[in-house]
């Protein structure tokens, strides 16, 4: 009789807990669609939105779709495929609401991604989410890789679903694709995702009885789906020739890599490794995230799930390839990695019998997670975290300090005449600030341009002005001025001659702030604009305009301000703009570094 009254009084505690447990996610989802909206939710920063925006309108303003390079005057003709639907939404969001509503867009990508990935989630997948929205903010910025990250998630979703239940709306696939191969050149992950789908359920066959004849099953009724989502690749303007732009992508993939950080493979070191101690710091997220998918994997192995071992081992190899794959590869750890440890939790009740005990820890495990969400929520806010690393963006809508907009109008504003000269960061930006008036020299389309073009802009930033290469490449294509980037990071660095420019005797500077330079060429036509607006480099006040009264942005002009009045020797003003700025934020680690260089200078 009380054997079978306890049997009869765990079934309404069993349904509690599982009440509860269900409720414990819902909160936890919550909050992690809040702290990734807030993680999303940052000014513009990155370098291609400005071409991928000029594509939008050159495509609105000219009907018509074109197959080579338009926007700059070295490679002008050449061969470029680009899909052009997320050009003419960023065209159409900018006309709306500015920068402002790009960087809305950004958030909502962000947590739009996130919410697919907890569509049929459990407590480990939300956990896991946590762990894995910097990662996904950092590539759902508004450019056209947005699309693929959040597309990304909705593949991996509904394939998982179908892997778990045979069940999932698999005529979504095909529609998706062509709207996906229309946005971004990253609907091959789409495609490697059906290949991954195929290849887990071909592992599940080497299982006999139900397994094998369950996933035989899944295959059957999901490759009609499959063949017609590869089909819909081809809906597309170009048709096959798209594969033809990636094929060139891939053969760009060398150079993206030595150059472009985003394309680099991941420096594994002692240093990176103790960063994920620092919870509250996300820049140990990836290396969570990769400890995460390496139990998982051998939980699965464990456990006899050789397909979700075996995509989680696929995913970390190429997220430690390339970092620009990290948000792609925290999709597949929270929803593969998730659910494994879910399956595996649910094996230990024999272990763990004890409802109310195994309540209360993930309550625990909740609970800290919450916290954690709030902390770094709190950090994204008060911009705590944007001004303690090397990160441009700030928490909010609208542009990056960063960009040269100030010298961008002045440009504009004096009519000045001839090709400008820029480097590879500034140049989408001043193709859609300043196009179709002015063409640029270079932006971020390695495709147009090749290798050679792009090593050829870092020698020439690193070249004394009055030498025959700069001499050479402006009397090439009529290069009368130079417009660069002094921020201190990615801008100054690569501009080391800055001091040597301002003396030069063929180059004069006309326009100069903390974050950005112009610099005429002496001509007939320019002589006017030279002795009207030269600037004079031992004297010209910097920061430029009066620093803004919010912290964040005021700390960003004294610390540029600083960088700048360091390459020009003026070290003393130099020292008082980094003592601004670091009443502002005093945990600016580049700050430090840059008065320890000079004390070293002063001798002090």
């Not at 495609?191 to 991954?196: E, F, Q, R």
């Not at 490794?273 to 995230?289: E, H, I, P, Y």
């Not at 970390?316 to 792609?328: D, F, G, K, N, T």
């Not at 670091?582 to 320890?596: E, G, I, P, T, V």
């Amino acid at each position: 009789m009380t054997s079978g009254a306890n049997k009869v009084d765990s079934a309404p505690a069993s349904a509690e807990i599982s009440h509860q447990k269900h409720g414990l996610f819902v909160a936890l989802a919550l909050v992690c669609l809040v702290y990734a909206f807030l993680a999303g939710l940052r000014t513009v920063t990155d370098y291609d939105l400005g071409w991928q925006m000029a594509t939008g309108r050159w495509v609105a303003q000219h009907h018509a779709i074109f197959s080579t390079d338009v926007f700059s005057y070295t490679a002008q003709g050449q061969p470029w495929i680009y899909p052009i639907v997320s050009g003419l939404i960023f065209y159409a969001g900018f006309q709306l609401g500015g920068f402002a509503l790009l960087s809305w867009l950004g958030a909502g990508a962000c947590m739009g991604t996130v919410a697919l990935l907890l569509r049929r989630g459990s407590l480990p997948v939300a956990a896991f989410a946590v762990f894995a929205i910097p990662r996904i903010a950092a590539r759902t910025g508004p450019r056209a890789e947005l699309f693929t990250v959040v597309l990304f998630a909705a593949f991996l979703s509904i394939l998982w679903q179908q892997y778990q239940t045979g069940r999932a709306r698999l005529w979504l696939l095909p529609l998706l694709m062509i709207g996906w191969v229309n946005l971004h050149l990253g609907f091959v992950s789409g495609l490697a995702l059906l290949g991954a789908y195929a290849g887990v359920e071909i592992l599940e066959m080497a299982f006999p009885g139900d397994r094998r004849s369950h996933a035989r099953s899944r295959l059957k009724q999901s490759y009609p789906w499959m063949l017609a989502t590869f089909a819909a690749t081809l809906l597309n303007p170009w048709g096959w020739n798209i594969y033809r732009a990636l094929l060139l992508q891939e053969s760009a993939m060398k150079t993206h890599s030595q150059w472009i950080t985003e394309w680099a493979s991941v420096r594994l070191n002692w240093a990176w490794a103790t960063s994920v101690m620092a919870l509250r710091d996300t820049k140990g997220a990836f290396l969570s995230l990769l400890v995460v998918a390496v139990i998982a994997m051998l939980v699965a192995m464990l456990r006899k799930q050789p397909g979700a071992a075996a995509l989680l081992a696929g995913s970390s190899y190429l997220a430690v390839r390339h970092v620009r794959l990290q948000a792609l590869f925290a999709c597949v750890v929270v929803v593969v990695a998730g659910t494994v440890i879910s399956s595996a939790i649910e094996g230990t009740k024999s272990f763990l019998p004890d409802l109310r005990l195994r309540s209360i820890l993930a309550a625990g495990v909740v609970a800290l997670t919450v916290l954690l969400s709030i902390a770094r929520s709190a950090d994204l806010v008060s911009n705590r975290h944007y001004l303690g690393s090397t990160d441009t963006a700030l928490f909010g809508a609208g542009l990056s300090w960063w960009f040269p907009e100030r010298a961008a109008a002045f440009v504009e504003r004096e009519h000045i005449p001839g090709q400008i000269f820029n480097a590879y960061d500034t140049g989408g930006y001043l193709v859609w600030r300043l196009g179709p008036q002015y063409r640029d020299y270079i932006d971020g389309r390695a495709i147009p341009f090749g290798p050679e073009r792009f090593q050829r802009q870092v020698q020439l930033l690193r070249t004394p002005p009055d030498s025959p290469e700069w001499q050479q490449e402006a009397d090439a294509y009529g290069i009368n001025i130079i417009l660069v980037s002094l921020a201190r990071y990615d801008g100054l660095q690569f501009f080391p001659r800055l001091n040597e420019f301002c003396a030069s005797q063929k180059w004069a500077p006309v326009y100069l702030d903390e974050t950005s330079a112009v610099l005429v060429r002496h001509t007939p036509d320019t002589e006017a604009l030279i002795h009207r607006s030269l600037a004079d480099c031992a004297t010209v006040r910097l920061p430029a305009t009066t620093p803004s009264k919010r912290p964040a942005e005021a700390f960003h002009q004294w610390a540029n301000a600083a960088s700048v009045l360091y390459a020009l020797g003026r070290n003393s003003e130099a020292l008082a703009a980094t003592d601004n700025a670091l009443a502002l934020f005093s945990d600016s680690a580049n700050l430090h570094y840059l008065r320890a260089n000079l004390f070293a200078t002063m001798d002090r």
